[in-house]
Each structure stands twice: as structure tokens, then as C-alpha cells.
């Protein structure tokens, strides 16, 4: 059985409208967090939009279902149409528990079938320190990326980091999401690492995951 972490990022004045595009399928949770887009002022012009808060809603949904959420998406709320939102889904490698199983499935039985997945895009997730988002952002866009999302979070363990890393590691951070071509996914990597790496104020940990489906990303798609 296959199982994704359906992710959406829309402007906050349509995350209501995605909440109920996923609740409409039966799913047993549904998060909801709230960041801010990175888009340039040039991409910005270019599908004339301004620059919004936005909001992530994201549940964990099997192979089937994901592309029922993904195709109501598109039909209620355009999520195919550039400026409207990118949808996503991360394949899920493993569950902790039947119980779990049970419960975000729906009791369902895995068929024990696996299909063959093609990953032609990934999602680059970087961890860093609070207000360094234009200075990574700047970095990631001089090796390909389009644009991104930030969130705002609190981090753990810094003192083991510090002995690990052999620097000082602050607790506010903030957590950029890109979602880029797998071809481009090292390059943006590398010169995130390179400018803005541990050891430089900015601290970026980066690391990345497989994209199964995506809608809402003709930017990246009509290259």
C-alpha cells in the first residue's frame, strides 16, 4: 500500500476552502500551519500577484485518495492554475504501529503492492536561524530555484548540535520549503550549503524528499 503526506500551500484567505477539500474525503487528521511565500517582486509581477501570508495544510492519505484530493483541488479550487497554490505529495516509507496503520487508512488492507514511482521533482527542506530567509532564499535562486515557503519554528537540541557542528546554534528558527526539478535539487543544495551552511550566521541544515504527485507548478514544468 501506498501512502503520501499531501501537502497544500495556499494564501490564507483559501486555506478554509483546502480544509474542506481534504475533510470531504474522510481523512482523520488534517494539519493546518501558517508561513509566509518567498517569491521575488519579478515572479510576483509576472502572474500579478502580491506577496501574502500563506498557510500549509497537509494529511496523510493513501495512493488512490491522494489523487482524489489532488483532482478535487483542481476542480474546486484551481490548485493547477499558477497563483492559485502547489499541492504535493511525499511518499511515506514507513508507519509506527498497526494501530496507526489502522487508523489512517481506515482499517484498510495493504495488497502488498508496491508500483514503480518516478520522482521528477523533490522537496528541498531547510532549517534555519530566525531572519536569515532572504540571504538562503538569495542562494537557492542563484542555482535555479523559483521561490519557496517559510515557516516559523522553535528548535531542539542546540547543545548537541553545537558539540557536533562546532557552533553555536539558536533556538528560533525558521523552515524554508522548496519544491524544485529533481535535475536542479543538488545545485540549490550545494549553494545553500556553500553560502549559507553551518558555521555562517545563517546555520542552514538542508536536506530533501521524493515528490510522487504535484499540481500548481507550470512555473517549474514549462522551462
Known amino acids: 500500500m501506498i501512502m503520501d503526506f499531501v501537502v497544500a500551500i495556499v494564501d490564507r484567505a483559501r486555506a478554509e476552502d483546502m ?3 481534504y475533510r470531504s ?3 482523520p487528521i488534517v494539519l493546518t500551519m501558517l508561513g509566509n511565500g518567498t517569491a521575488t517582486s ?3 509581477s509576472l502572474y ?9 495544510v497537509a494529511s496523510v492519505a493513501c495512493g488512490d485518495m491522494t489523487r482524489q484530493i489532488i483532482k478535487s483541488a483542481k476542480r474546486r479550487l484551481f490548485i493547477d492554475i499558477p497563483g492559485n497554490g502547489i499541492m504535493l505529495a511525499v511518499p511515506i516509507k514507513s508507519v509506527g504501529g498497526g494501530r496507526t496503520l489502522a487508523f489512517l487508512t481506515g482499517n484498510s488492507t495493504p495488497d502488498g503492492a ?18 536569515h530567509t532572504d540571504t538562503v532564499m538569495d542562494a537557492a535562486r542563484s542555482a535555479g530555484a523559483a521561490g519557496g515557503t517559510v515557516l516559523h519554528a522553535k528548535g531542539t537540541g542546540a547543545k548537541q548540535a553545537e558539540r557536533f557542528l562546532g557552533v553555536s546554534i ?6 524554508i520549503i522548496i ?3 529533481a535535475s536542479e535539487k543538488a545545485a540549490i543544495m550545494k549553494a545553500i550549503a556553500e553560502n549559507c551552511g553551518p558555521g555562517t550566521p545563517s546555520g542552514a541544515i ?10 500548481g507548478l507550470r512555473v517549474l514544468e514549462d522551462d
Open 25 to 27: 474525503h474522510g481523512l
Open 19 to 21: 480544509l474542506e477539500v
Open 179 to 181: 519544491v524544485s526539478k
Open 48 to 56: 500579478g500577484l502580491e506577496a501574502t501570508e500563506k498557510a500549509l
Open 206 to 215: 538542508s536536506f530533501s524528499l521524493p515528490i510522487s504527485a504535484v499540481a
Open 170 to 175: 539558536a533556538e528560533e528558527k525558521e523552515l
Open 42 to 44: 519579478e515572479h510576483l
Open 114 to 131: 508496491v508500483p514503480e514511482l518516478s520522482f521528477e521533482h523533490e522537496l528541498i527542506m531547510v532549517i534555519i536561524n530566525e531572519g
